[in-house]
């Protein structure tokens, strides 16, 4: 059974660090990729990270190019968004969420299992 589930956020002051953490269950090599994606009151759903299971490549997107990097542990079967520089902007929730075929499909692109959201709030 596809489990996941975000965790890890908080409230930090500008400029601070974050690190999210998705445990997961079910991600197989049969799958495409698995990411992480936000979501601030009132606004679209956007992707802000990726990684592809067939390579292990990783994708981040320009909200956060720069300031974020996102890693996949196998040994410990759980996905982490590394987050610095942290703005007002980066105030949403952030979902973690894989998807098992290529997709271009705008906003979500194919992910289809989602886990529950965390809260990062960042305060000046």
Do not use: H
């Not at 799958?31 to 759903?45: L, T, V």
């Not at 590394?82 to 979902?95: I, K, R, W």
Request: glycine content about 10%.
């Amino acid at each position: 059974e596809v489990q996941l589930q975000a965790s890890g956020g908080g409230s930090v002051q500008a400029g601070g660090s974050l690190r999210l953490s998705c445990a997961v269950s079910g991600f197989t090599r049969d799958d495409y990729a698995i990411g992480w994606f936000r979501q601030a009151p009132g606004k679209e759903r956007e992707l802000i990270a990726s990684i592809r299971r067939r390579d292990g490549s990783s994708d981040v997107r320009d909200s956060v190019q720069g300031r974020a990097a996102v890693v996949f542990s196998n040994t410990k079967n759980t996905l982490y968004l590394q987050l610095n520089s942290l703005e007002s902007e980066d105030t949403a929730v952030y979902y973690c969420a894989k998807s098992t075929v290529r997709s271009n499909w705008y906003p979500t692109y194919g992910m289809d299992y989602w886990g529950e959201g965390t809260q990062v709030t960042v305060s000046s």
